[in-house]
Structures are given as C-alpha cells and as structure tokens.
C-alpha cells in the first residue's frame, strides 16, 4: 500500500509499504492493504513502517492518520526518524509538553498529564533519558 508520512517542515516518508503500526490516541494499530477506512488522532510515540527493505520507526508528537482504499497517510505535529533524536531534541520536546501540563486548564490537566507521560514513554523507547524526576 502507499504510504505518506508529512510534518509541518517536510515529507519524511513516501513509500509502498507492507504494513504501517500507529501509535493512535486509542491505542496502538497496525494498517495494511486492505484495512478498513479510518481517521485517528496519534499520541506521542514510535511510528514504525514494514516495507521489503526492512523497517523504518519515526518518533510522532502528536496528528492524524487516515487510512484508505489509497494507503496510509500520517500527518504529524512533529516527525523525526528515530536515529535523528538526540538528547537535545527530546529534551525540548519533554519540556514543551511539561509547558502545555502547566498552561492547561483546569478540565484539560488530565489530557496534559497524558501528554507528558506519552512523550517520556517514547523516549525510553529509544533510548533517551526524560531527565525529569516528577512527571
């Protein structure tokens, strides 16, 4: 199936694929030719695509896949490959989303709270060290 994979500053990904695992704001989902048609929010996590020259994982901040008939199309807040996350960069995105925690309002602090312990999670998942005592 094809495959998109697009962030504000560019195209990371444009590919027939195999298979696509979405880290959707439900739970986690693997698209495939074939799959039924849907539209869902990503959480912070590790996007993976399965094609004949092996896997690729990107890590998302946040967006929307819409899976069709066409393919798999991700539209991502943030995306970087994962061997292009360094301590640095995860550190900022760590921090922004510790921002939004204490900007949030009142009845959207759990939602926040989320957010940040979706984005430390991904970071385990490669590696990086969320440097933060208290989530």
Known sequence: MQFELVSPERRLASREVRAVRIPGADGDLTAM???SPVITSLRP?????ESDGGEESFAV???????????????????????????????DWVADAHRQRQEAPEDGVDAAVKLVEDMVAMGGHIGLDARQ???
Do not use: K
């Open 33 to 35: 030719e074939g799959h």
């Open 45 to 49: 996590g590790i996007l993976t695509i």
């Open 61 to 91: 901040t946040g967006g929307f896949a819409e899976i069709g008939p066409e393919g798999t199309t991700v539209l991502a807040e943030r995306a970087l490959s994962t061997t292009d996350v360094d301590q640095a960069t995860f550190d």
């Open 133 to 135: 005592p208290n989530l």
